[in-house]
């Protein structure tokens, strides 16, 4: 979880914040408040799995999470949305923590949301 300040340039490879896109997950929870316990440590361990893909993948990062309403979503930011939803949309379908869950994106200003 790398604060927008603190991410590294193109000097070195990565993008730069200026053209940073930003893909949303969002995820159901158990319950309408923040989830089991159990349930917020294996989002945090899928986080990290998710982080992995796309920093592998050269497609961006994690960006951190935010949990309540009965909804966990989790942040992430690159250069491409497209890169970043093609990374991570076959680790969510396939997994049990992704179902009823959906993918946000800003597209000319307005958030456009598909299932997963």
């Known amino acids: 979880m790398t604060p ?15 053209a940073e896109q930003d893909v949303l997950v969002v995820l159901k929870l158990s ?5 089991t316990h159990q349930e917020r440590a294996d989002l945090e361990a899928f986080a990290e799995e998710l982080d992995d ?3 592998d993948a050269g497609v961006g990062e994690y960006d ?9 979503t989790l942040f992430f930011c ?6 970043l ?9 396939r997994s049990p923590l992704a179902r009823g869950g959906s993918i946000v994106k800003m597209v000319n200003g307005d958030p456009k949301r598909s299932a997963i």
Do not use: F, I, T
């Open 4 to 18: 927008a300040a603190a991410r590294p340039d193109d000097e070195d490879g990565d993008y730069s914040d200026a």
């Open 31 to 35: 319950n309408r408040l923040m989830g």
């Open 53 to 55: 893909a796309v920093r």
């Open 64 to 72: 951190g999470d935010e949990l309540g309403g009965g909804e966990c």
């Open 78 to 83: 690159g250069p491409d949305q497209d890169k």
């Open 85 to 93: 939803q093609a990374v991570l949309l076959p680790l969510l379908k």
